[in-house]
């Protein structure tokens, strides 16, 4: 996968700021693509897409809230305009609240917000890339689901069903849009250092009461950039037989 040709590729990538997302803004610029750097963070991700400016790579930066639908058409507009077209999607954007807290103290809020990002996040950047993936001709959207609520199960409740749905939801759209050349990948990666996972270990240290350096630091986790290698092999040509869910460690 290593020197994966993603040369003039229109890629937005939701979630872009940090961790998985952001490593694969770096690396699809670095294989060639025009880069969208989306995410409601701010200075992360205008400092992403400006690394990537630094470094030759083309990719600007738009603030975005994956749950609120006029931000994501505004973005996806405004993509199509700035990169004349779309022709990939990663959606990577999500959240992790309620990491050991039983099912009966699950906020509904903290529930809600889960499922608006991570769920619905992920239905709203399709609905509004799918068009215009159809007038570009080709389409590749690689939904960042997990194995937590795809294989296994979750230490926080609302993130793996809402990662359950992620991956339902990218089955059911590989199967309707197949016919408009638009391929759909599910991605669930495994144990991987980002901080979203982070801060997924804090949580379940102030629940068990164990010493956070020493849970960390016994803690086998992957590199974002070794994630992002396998979205940059998706997103390319080389996978055009590439079908159903992929795990990575």
């Not at 994956?66 to 004349?84: F, G, I």
């Not at 950047?125 to 570009?136: F, G, I, S």
Request: net charge negative.
């Amino acid at each position: 996968m290593a020197g994966t040709n993603l040369k003039g590729r229109r890629i937005v990538i939701t979630g872009g700021a940090t961790g998985i997302g952001r490593a694969s803004a770096i690396h699809c610029a670095a294989s060639g693509a025009r880069v969208a750097v989306a995410d409601v963070n701010e200075a992360d991700g205008a400092e992403c897409a400006a690394q990537i400016r630094e470094n030759g790579g083309d990719a600007w930066f738009a603030r975005a809230d994956v749950s609120a639908e006029p931000d994501v058409c505004a973005l996806m507009a405004e993509a199509e305009r700035r990169m004349d077209g779309i022709d990939a999607l990663v959606t990577a954007a999500g959240i992790a609240r309620d990491s050991m807290v039983p099912v009966e103290d699950v906020a509904e809020q903290v529930w809600d917000d889960t499922m608006d990002v991570n769920l619905k996040g992920s239905f709203l950047a399709a609905k509004h890339a799918v068009p215009a993936m159809r007038r570009a001709g080709r389409g590749v959207i690689v939904m960042i689901a997990s194995g937590a609520g795809v294989t296994g199960p979750s230490s926080a409740i609302s993130y793996g069903a809402s990662k359950g749905g992620v991956n339902g939801l990218g089955m059911t759209l590989a199967a309707k849009l197949r016919g408009d050349g638009i391929r759909v990948n599910v991605l669930c990666p495994g144990e991987i250092e980002t901080p979203l996972k982070l801060d997924i270990i804090q949580q379940q240290v102030a629940a068990l009461g164990e010493d956070a350096r020493r849970r960390e630091g016994n803690s086998d986790l992957g590199e974002p950039e070794g994630v992002a290698k396998v979205i940059a092999f998706l997103l390319s040509d080389a996978a055009d037989y590439v079908r159903g869910p992929i795990f990575t460690r």
